[in-house]
């Protein structure tokens, strides 16, 4: 069974930073990349990055471009987002995620919830 349990989430000033965890475990999914996309009320789903451990290949959204760094550990199994300078619109739900695509500009999460973690918040706020 997969299983993906993120950590890190919470309360930050703007400006402040955070960084998220995603502990992968069960199957071996290597094949698929691993990262993040946030669910915030009222917004649409958006893929914030992700990180294949095939090729390297990388995904930002534009929106956290130079602000965000993702790294995986595969000894470890375990994928990180490091957030810097962060801002109130980057409070959300971030999950963890397999990304069936990453790279190029794009991205595509799998979409059933089997292949997604139970959530973070991130609050960003004074």
């Known amino acids: 069974q997969v299983q993906l349990k993120e950590s890190g989430g919470g309360l930050v000033q703007p400006g402040g930073s955070l960084r998220l965890s995603c502990a992968a475990s069960?199957?071996?999914?290597?094949?698929?990349?691993l990262g993040w996309f946030r669910q915030a009320p009222g917004k649409e789903r958006e893929g914030v990055s992700c990180?294949?451990?095939?090729?390297?290949?990388?995904y930002y959204a534009d929106s956290v471009k130079g602000r965000f760094a993702i790294s995986r550990d595969n000894a470890k199994r375990t994928v990180y987002l490091q957030m810097n300078n962060l801002k109130p619109e980057d409070t959300a739900i971030y999950y963890c995620?397999?990304?069936?695509?990453?790279?190029?500009?794009?991205?595509?999460?799998?979409?059933?919830?089997?292949?997604w973690g139970q959530g973070t918040q991130v609050t960003v706020s004074s």
């Open positions: 990180l294949s451990s095939m090729d390297g290949s990388t």
């Open positions: 069960g199957p071996s999914l290597d094949y698929y990349a």
């Open positions: 995620a397999y990304f069936a695509v990453c790279g190029g500009g794009y991205y595509s999460i799998l979409s059933e919830d089997e292949y």
